[in-house]
């Protein structure tokens, strides 16, 4: 059974969005898909500064097995990404919700969090 | 419905992740692909292959038949035990499968073939048997475990009696022997030493627990894929298949064209050769970050080509792939992974083996 932190909140197509003291959104994908993908070995991430609107593809996850598009669960502007990934995507295997985070936007428009689901919605949306 | 092996009890209480294989419930990995990758090439694991297909050529027409059936030639094995790999061709010389072939006595041949092609292997092996004194004799009762690695040869003999033992340890590459029960030959597809062997279903997983508890890691496919890639090993289906010939796939060591055999497909390969091979399976190794996959464009001076098998190569710390390139495309091209072209060299496979990443390769 994966773990779902009942802090997070999460997209359908499992990623997962921490708002920061700064109010900023922290994102990264769940242990879910951590697990699904297998050992990760390369992670494409977007520029800081880059904006992105919610639903686009905005950063790739490969596995030894295939790549996997990041979906922006929001829109935003990237302020910061992890660095250590690009050295070290397994990190994302290790702790996907700590130092496997991905990257982190200034929010535009915080109303897009109300359509984000919660633990127990991304949970039973796995079960479907 | 899909299929499963005797093993496949022990795949799940080993915590597998199983995916569909050929119509085969398989064992994908059991956790980590990568450590799993590593075990089989600085210590000893173990492959559930029980889902390849074992045919017996009997008769006293099998080495005839096997000459006429096969692109490399059957003359090459002169004791008994000896294994040969060969691709079995169409008329076009296009690879109907790739396959070992075992001669154990004058009239008795074993064929390990694809999972993946088993049906039309079968019917293709059996339609060109009726001219020939040969029996083909399919064995789906035998299971099969690869024990590849370092460790593999003595985790396995230590678990057998002891002057069977003595005798399996004598074993050069490439040769088999029956065992008792067991049918073990010292091959495989990982690049590393080791054993293939098959054994009665019923017997399987005993020995699949006893080799657990002698501290052989269980592997699954995706391991056993980056294994292949990195020691230079085609893939049926991705590497090669009836549409390209060996002399296009990398395999042109493989084909006994030297003498008057006739086999089929054989007028196809020398009017190729003599025409000229404008084709090439070869290795190539990113020089940037990011991973290769099947299926992508490559851009030489040559012109354009693809990629059929790629990946990350746990031992490189680098994407590498087999690509079909034109001849004479040099020593460098570029990859289009998602709209961006990335640098590659171009190189001989093996990229890794025994262990060790070869010499050129990084």
Known sequence: ?128 | MSKRTPLYNAHIAAGARMVDFGGWEMPINYGSQIEEHHKVRQAAGMFDVSHMTVVDIRGAGARPFLSYLLANDVARLKTPGKALYSCMLNEQGGVVDDLITYYLDEDFFRMVVNAATHDKDLAWITSKARDHDVEVVERPELAMIAVQGPEARAAVLSLLPEDEARAAAELKPFNAGQFGDLFIARTGYTGEDGFEISLPDVAAAAFWDRLLRAGVAPCGLGARDTLRLEAGMNLYGQDMDESVTPLESGLGWTLGLKDERVFIGKQALLDQKARGVERQLTGLVLKDRGVLRPGQRVITQAGEGVTTSGSFSPTLQKAIAFARLPANAGETCQVDIRGKLLECAIVKPPFARNGTVCEGMI
């Open chain 1, 1 to 128: 059974m994966s773990h779902i932190p009942s802090h997070l909140q999460y997209t359908e197509s499992h990623e997962w969005v921490s708002v920061e003291d700064n109010s900023n959104a922290r994102i990264g994908i769940t242990d879910h898909a951590q697990e699904a993908l297998g050992d990760l070995v390369f992670v494409e991430l977007p520029a800081v500064g880059d904006e992105i609107s919610q639903g686009d593809p905005c950063a790739v996850v490969e596995s030894v097995k295939a790549a996997s598009d990041i979906y922006a669960p929001l829109s935003g502007v990237v302020v910061a990404v992890n660095e250590d990934l690009e050295s070290d995507p397994a990190l994302i295997n290790a702790d996907p919700y700590g130092d496997g985070w991905l990257f982190e936007l200034e929010i535009i428009d915080a109303d897009e969090l109300d359509g984000l689901k919660d633990a127990e919605a991304y949970e039973e949306s796995l079960d479907e």
